[in-house]
């Protein structure tokens, strides 16, 4: 077990094989653990039974991804470039590979979002069947992690300028947003706690300490090795080892590092920007879209006083890679060169990604090759 799957393989085992919910295994929501605990139940206690559903979620991720992508944009080119820059991210695969929530929490966190822009871009579905599907999903999405929940500053702001720039169906709109955004949400996220109770036989004692234990989570404050700030992320100045491991006798090193691939991260300040520089230029409502999602994300990082991580950037890669196809597509078009330029820059971003592999997956490398990865000492 590496990393938290300390505590999240841990409780997954011991609601499938011991039948018990343990009070202080871990501060989280407990949705994927009951998911993972039907893996291990249906599959045995192994390692990769209970990282399925991680892998399968990080797989729906790339797909929501395209999407999304084409739903904003109306651009397959467009998408494909934002899912395979996601896809080539080495923070997608480290996600996607250990049992952690981040994998399952942006999966029914993008679902939301798609549910939700049914109505609000194409009018495909009624403002009541979309809020209801994305209130239902960002539900799911917070009994996983309790991050979740900055994506409703997200809808707010859509639905207030909607409000402002349509002003029909004022009070209507409040009390959908009200009811299928707000309380459909927390009964969701409520209601998965329950099953603690009816489950196993606890208390509603046991069900109240555990969404105390849950907001300890939220100020969490003890300090960590890997921990950073949140503007630090995209330099990627102090990434997480996820587990590290080398053998002096042999000179074999093994170890699973969550990083970002350098050729994306290091260009999401330039994207970024770029989309930026789009909306003031042509006030579009698909690249506001981008940055509201980006800082969305990412800024609400600012004010969260407790210990931080790298991984944490994970919600807001989505919306990088959107910004950066944006950027790439903008120099695509610039005749023959810009295809070059494209071509080019993904090719970096695949041969980045084979050159990491070992040290995204544990694969035994030499202490050579492993010295050769650390560019700088805080990788290390």
């Known amino acids: ?3 938290d799957e300390v505590y999240h393989a841990k409780r997954a085992s011991q609601l499938a094989i011991e039948h018990q919910f343990n009070r202080k295994v871990t501060i989280h929501p407990p949705l994927w653990h009951f998911i993972s605990a039907s893996c291990i139940y249906l599959f045995g206690d192994y390692s990769w039974a209970w990282r399925i559903p991680s892998m399968v979620c990080g797989l729906l991720v790339v797909f929501l991804i395209f999407l999304l992508t084409v739903k904003v944009f109306k651009n397959y080119f467009l998408a494909f470039l934002a899912s395979f820059l996601f896809t080539f991210d080495f923070m997608s695969i480290t996600q996607a590979r250990i049992g952690m929530l981040n994998s399952m929490m942006v999966m029914f966190m993008l679902l939301s979002l798609y549910c939700f822009l049914q109505f609000f871009l194409d009018g495909i579905w009624s403002r009541k069947k979309a ?3 994305s209130g239902i999903f960002l539900g799911l999405g917070l009994a996983t992690r309790m991050v979740a929940s900055y994506q409703i500053s997200i809808y707010c702001i859509i639905i207030g300028v909607y409000l402002v720039k349509s002003r029909k169906d004022f009070w209507q709109t ?18 998965i706690y329950l099953f603690i109770v009816v489950l196993y036989g606890n208390s509603w004692t046991d069900f ?3 969404l105390h234990y849950g907001y300890k989570g939220l100020v969490l404050k003890k300090g960590h090795n890997y921990g950073s700030s949140w503007w630090s992320w995209s330099l990627m100045t102090r990434p997480v080892w996820y587990f590290f491991e080398r ?14 691939n350098q050729a994306i991260f290091w260009i999401i300040p330039l994207s970024i920007g770029h989309v930026v520089w789009k909306f003031i230029q042509k006030r579009t409502w698909a690249h506001g879209f981008i940055l509201l999602g980006f800082f969305g994300q990412w800024l609400p990082w600012v004010f969260v006083s407790r210990i931080k991580y790298f991984h944490f950037f994970y919600t807001a890669m989505p919306f990088a890679c959107m ?13 023959k060169w810009g295809k070059i330029v494209v071509i080019a820059y993904l090719f970096l971003v695949v041969s980045l990604f084979i050159y990491w592999y070992p040290l995204l997956t544990g694969f035994p490398i030499t202490y050579k090759y492993y010295r050769q990865h650390m560019w700088f000492r805080s990788w290390i």
């Open 1 to 3: 077990r590496y990393f």
């Open 131 to 133: 809020f209801l599907l």
């Open 174 to 191: 409040l009390w959908n947003t009200f009811l299928y955004l707000f309380l459909v949400p927390i009964f969701i996220y409520l209601g």
């Open 208 to 210: 109240l300490f555990h």
């Open 247 to 260: 053998h002096k006798e042999t000179g074999i090193v093994n170890g699973i590092l969550c990083l970002g």
């Open 323 to 335: 910004s950066l196809a944006v950027l790439l597509l903008w120099i695509w078009q610039m005749k």
